[in-house]
């Protein structure tokens, strides 16, 4: 059974940084490519960043590029996003996921078949 828990969310002041976690059991990790995506009140799930397999190849959003960080540590079977400068409009519930086809890198939900049950972020003005 495949599972990835997210962790590391919480309340942060605009400016702040937070890492997010995603611990990842029952799919071989290190084949997979990985995303992070958000979710705020009243809107759809949007694309955040993603992550190649190997780690050689990352992909983010215009609207978190400079400021967030993805990353994968293949040995841990963990992935990472790092978020600093914090804005208040980064306030949301935040999925990482695992693609359906493995090697590929998608951007948007429906390319991913394993989800996260999500971690809460809210940045505060």
């Known amino acids: 059974q495949v599972q990835l828990v997210e962790s590391g969310g919480g309340l942060v002041q605009a400016g702040g940084s937070l890492r997010l976690s995603c611990a990842a059991s029952?799919?071989?990790?290190?084949?997979?490519?990985m995303g992070w995506f958000r979710q705020a009140p009243g809107k759809e799930r949007e694309f955040v960043a993603a992550?190649?397999?190997?780690?050689?190849?990352?992909y983010y959003a215009d609207s978190v590029k400079g400021r967030f960080t993805i990353s994968r540590d293949n040995a841990r079977n963990t992935g990472n996003l790092q978020m600093d400068n914090l804005k208040p409009e980064d306030t949301a519930i935040y999925y990482c996921?695992?693609?359906?086809?493995?090697?590929?890198?998608?951007?948007?939900?429906?390319?991913?078949?394993?989800w996260g049950q999500g971690t809460q972020v809210t940045v505060s003005s």
């Open positions: 996921a695992a693609p359906y086809a493995s090697r590929t890198t998608g951007f948007t939900p429906a390319e991913y078949r394993y």
């Open positions: 029952g799919l071989t990790f290190s084949s997979h490519a």
């Open positions: 992550i190649n397999w190997s780690g050689r190849s990352t």
